[in-house]
């Protein structure tokens, strides 16, 4: 009689490797990027806010971004590390024409900023939702509105009821903060975390839909109902 090709401490040490390796493969599946656009007429602060998210704090300088930067922040929601990468793009017409498509390109969430001190910027608003709707955003990637430099008190030219009504209007949550003041960071956060918060649930119900049970697939009727998101 032949022996066997593998002992049993073999298959045992076989089959914890298939397990660690199962385990590393569904890590490197979970950690999901979602990718935020945040739009706007120049000088309203979008550079400030993305800086205020991702570097917990206010720039002492900017110039006028060119293009697009990227920022990244990894967020935890529910025990699941999500990487939220900002897209700060230009609010010059010059310095974005030729990255517009690249902005839309599968974008999971759209951040609208005006700024609290100049009209013309809240006006404008119109199109810029017009542009990203031109450029097949489903109607399903959430959007949000930020009304920027709320520590310029005596400056405010955009009333609070104004801006909700319009946001109302397009089915946005309206944030109104100041990238500068520190004492507002925390309202900061809360824009992209309410986001991304809404996006996890989003997917994770996608995951959900389909669950394997004895072998085979069924549709269940999970819903959100055990999250504990913080938004
Ligand atoms: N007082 C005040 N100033 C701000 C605030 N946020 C930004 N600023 C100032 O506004 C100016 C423009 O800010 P940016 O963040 O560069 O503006 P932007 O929207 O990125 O502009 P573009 O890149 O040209 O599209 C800078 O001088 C900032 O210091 C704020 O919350 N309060
Ligand atoms: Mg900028």
């Known amino acids: 009689l032949s022996s066997p090709l593998l002992s049993h401490t ?13 385990s590393s493969l569904e890590l490197s599946i979970q950690t999901r990027i979602f990718k935020i656009i ?7 602060g ?4 993305t800086f205020r998210f991702t570097g917990g704090s206010f ?3 900017t110039e006028a971004t060119i293009g697009v930067d ?20 230009a609010g010059q017409e010059r310095f974005r024409k030729s990255m517009v498509e690249h902005y839309y390109r599968n974008v999971h969430a759209v951040v609208f900023v005006y700024d609290v001190t100049k009209m013309a ?29 709320c520590d310029l008190v005596d400056q405010i030219q955009v009333p609070s009821n104004m801006a909700l009504k319009f ?20 309202n900061v956060d809360s824009i992209f975390m309410s986001l991304a918060c809404r ?3 989003q997917k994770s119900l996608l995951y959900r839909d389909v669950e394997r049970e004895d072998g085979r697939v069924r549709l269940t009727q999970e819903t959100e109902t055990k999250s504990n998101c913080p938004c």
């Open 121 to 149: 910027s809240f006006r404008n608003l119109q199109t810029w939702i017009e542009e990203c709707n031109g450029h097949r955003v489903s109607a399903s990637v959430p959007r949000v509105l930020v009304g920027n430099k």
């Open 46 to 49: 979008k550079t400030c806010l």
């Open 38 to 44: 945040v739009i706007g007429d120049s000088n309203v």
């Open 70 to 89: 990227f920022r990244e922040k990894a967020v935890e929601i529910e025990g699941e590390t999500i990487k939220v990468q900002v897209w700060d793009t």
């Open 10 to 22: 073999d298959l045992h040490i076989a089959s914890s490797a298939a397990q660690s390796i199962t």
């Open 59 to 61: 720039p002492d300088k």
């Open 199 to 201: 996006l996890k649930a």
């Open 167 to 186: 946001a109302d209007s397009h089915n946005m949550l309206l944030f109104e903060t100041s990238a500068k003041d520190p004492r507002e960071s925390q």
